[in-house]
């Protein structure tokens, strides 16, 4: 048996390990650049046909793809325990909101990105103008290790429906999930390589940096986001930057406290707490805050790690939770449950009375974890909720003001009496602000990410005006000066 710590790697392979047990799952190349460089130069081919097949010989295709998923789940979902060390119930959930993605993307591509006529406005009425959005080539997708089908598809279901190619490389912990569904796309679209896979470490994702792609979607921490966008910055490549987050949630006077404390608690522990949008922080007003952490104490006995949630997939990060337990009890924090970290498992863990300066506040622990902590009031708890250099989500639980909360929350999503729920809906934008990056996957904006905007006019008279000529008369001038006051030089 190799130990999970004793990870082998060599130049030409490496190997992903089962989290639980340590054992070598799988053992997939180390692509170096020129392999990398090759895979781009077949997309460039690829993407040509791909974009010839227009919006419905792509949906078709994307909607052929999403039906191979959805009848094999069973399959994929077993892949996914075993590479990430995630429970098949939520590699389910995982998948439930990829195949929804997957369908929106390629249903609503066409009425998002296709041509259509915009209003030329009254100096140009004599044009016809006209918007669409064309896919920029090829993209490069560099996905992390935690939702290793849910977050790279978040890239690249939007980016082909746009018309794009794809390589992606996934993270060194999760190939195996990578390979099952760019496998499976092989599959549905056999005559060219649309999407394609390239495998190694780090230095395999700064290669494709450097490859002449169109654009980079990243995924992953704000540390290597920051190297991403050093090496896409040597060609002038375009990034997208999912990074990480350091999220709250907010307990207002006034909320269902035996709710929220099931929310905090699935928001802070599912996925062993390895979530970009898990909630790692908790302030609850003075009114809330006993019924809140009563209930929360409860529920939190219930749960146990291995069982509720995986083991935690990278061994180091295990030493990063515990130093964030630990500073946050040398620093005068109370357990109220969990605290140890075991190999790889980490108890279901809440502390109450961190300081806002511990690091189990300030940096994302992305563990199963959470800080509760007493504030005054709404005004307090958004003050310390926005006091980090993050700003990806968070949560509001509060019965008559939750909209007004949420709106005065730095990041790119909140969820109101929910947690995570704009993550299910495919038609809105997913990404946040500051160190947690910037661009977005989902939705509109998400399809609009992976492509450019063309815009085109087209003269159907000719001008009462002509301007654009050296021919122009000096009553054309005059006119046009005439013209711009009364459009425009009154209220
Ligand atoms: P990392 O930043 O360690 O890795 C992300 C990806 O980048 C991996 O595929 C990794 O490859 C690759 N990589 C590493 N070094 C380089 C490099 N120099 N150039 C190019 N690529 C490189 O993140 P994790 O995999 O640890 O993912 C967890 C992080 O992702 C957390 O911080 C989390 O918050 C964030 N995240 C953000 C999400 C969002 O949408 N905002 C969603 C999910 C996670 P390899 O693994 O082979 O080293």
Redesign the pocket.
């Known amino acids: 048996m190799t130990l999970a710590t004793e990870r082998q790697t060599d130049r030409q392979t490496f190997d992903s390990l089962e989290p639980e047990t340590g054992q070598v799952y799988a053992t997939f190349p180390v692509h170096t650049a020129d392999d990398v460089d090759a895979a781009v130069a077949r997309a460039r081919e690829a993407a040509t046909w791909w974009v010839g097949l227009g919006f419905d010989g792509r949906k078709q295709r994307l909607d052929a793809w999403r039906v191979q998923i959805a009848k094999r789940l069973d399959e994929i979902a077993e892949v996914m325990h075993r590479e990430n060390g995630k429970p098949v119930a939520d590699a389910m959930i995982e998948l439930a909101l990829t195949v929804d993605h997957l369908h929106w993307a390629a249903k609503n591509a066409r009425k998002v990105l296709g041509q259509r006529r915009v209003p030329s406005g009254l100096l140009m009425a004599n044009n016809a103008a006209f918007l669409e959005y064309q896919p920029l080539g090829v993209v490069g997708v560099?996905?992390?290790?935690?939702?290793p089908i849910f977050?790279p598809m978040?890239s690249i279901a939007y980016a082909l429906a746009a018309g794009n190619a794809v390589v992606f490389?996934?993270?060194?912990?999760t190939p195996a999930v990578g390979k099952w569904f760019t496998d499976l796309f092989a599959e549905v679209v056999p005559e060219q390589p649309v999407l394609q896979l390239v495998t190694?470490?780090?230095?395999?994702?700064?290669a494709?940096?450097r490859s002449g792609v169109d654009k980079v979607a990243?995924?992953?921490?704000?540390?290597?986001?920051k190297?991403?966008m050093a090496?896409c910055a040597e060609t002038l490549t375009p990034v997208l930057m999912?990074?990480?987050?350091k999220d709250a949630m907010i307990v207002d006077d006034d909320a269902d406290v035996v709710a929220a404390a099931d929310a905090a608690l699935w928001g802070g522990m599912a996925n062993a707490g390895?979530?970009?949008?898990g909630i790692e922080r908790v302030y609850a007003t003075e009114k809330a805050y006993d019924g809140f952490v009563a209930a929360l104490r409860e529920k939190v006995a219930k749960l146990q790690a291995g069982t509720s949630y995986g083991h935690i997939t990278?061994p180091s990060?295990a030493e990063i939770i515990k130093a964030h337990i630990d500073d946050a009890l040398e620093h005068g924090g109370t357990l109220v449950s969990g605290g140890k970290v075991e190999g790889t498992l980490v108890e279901p863990t809440v502390i109450v009375d961190v300081p806002e300066e511990s690091l189990a506040i300030k940096e994302?622990t992305?563990g199963p974890t959470l800080t509760v902590t007493k504030v005054k009031d709404v005004d307090e708890a958004v003050t310390h909720a926005n006091a980090t250099t993050y700003g990806?989500a968070g949560a509001v639980y509060s019965k008559r003001r939750g909209m007004e909360i949420a709106r005065r929350l730095r990041s790119g999503m909140t969820s109101i009496n929910a947690v995570q729920s704009f993550a299910s809906v495919p038609s809105l934008p997913?990404?946040?602000t500051g160190d947690?990056?910037f661009g977005r996957?989902h939705g509109e904006d998400g399809l609009k990410e992976f492509a450019w905007a063309k815009a085109i006019t087209k003269q159907r008279m000719r001008p009462l005006l002509t301007l654009t000529s050296f021919d122009r008369t000096k009553k054309a001038d005059e006119l046009l000066v005439k013209t711009v006051r009364f459009l425009y030089g009154r209220r």
Do not use: H
Not at 169 to 173: L, N, T, V
Not at 200 to 206: P, Y
Not at 218 to 223: L, N, V
């Open positions: 560099i996905g992390p290790w935690n939702y977050t978040g490389k996934p993270s060194e912990y190694g470490l780090g230095d395999t994702g700064a494709l940096c990243f995924t992953g921490s704000t540390r290597t986001g190297k991403v090496a999912e990074c990480g987050g390895q979530t970009c949008i990278m990060q994302e992305f990806l997913f990404g946040g947690s990056g996957i």
